[in-house]
């Protein structure tokens, strides 16, 4: 869940983004896995669905870093942090975010998909096994 004010808006980088509501101090935990809210599904639950359902977890979940077996689908606007190359917010640690630097009130939050994924940042959906 974040634990930080935001609001979604367009994104310049894709589709809709998280946007900071007040200033960020570098260092403040912004987002914790919180198994009340956050889900946690199984590979198999996940891979039977289809239409709609399917596309949706495809494009707001991912691999679940700490066991293979489950994919996490966040309860809240996280699910819309965007990827940047140069993010402001570090997602190296599967059950916490920090932000990287001072993030402006107004500012995008940003993180980089490729710690979600062994081989590079993909949607679920676009994965091959």
Known sequence: MLLVDVYLDKSPIQGIG????NHIPRGTLVWKLD???DRRIEVET???ETGPVKAYLDRYSYP???DPNYIVFEADDARYMNHDDDPNCDVSSP???YAL???AAGEELTCDYNHFFETGFDFL???HP
Not at 18 to 21: C, E, I, L, S
Request: glycine letters at 4%; zero cysteines; charged letters at 60%.
């Open 18 to 21: 998280v946007f900071a509501k």
């Open 35 to 37: 198994p009340r809210y």
């Open 46 to 48: 996940y891979e039977r």
């Open 64 to 66: 679940d870093r700490r």
């Open 95 to 97: 059950e916490e975010t």
């Open 101 to 103: 630097r001072d993030i």
């Open 125 to 127: 959906g676009d994965r």
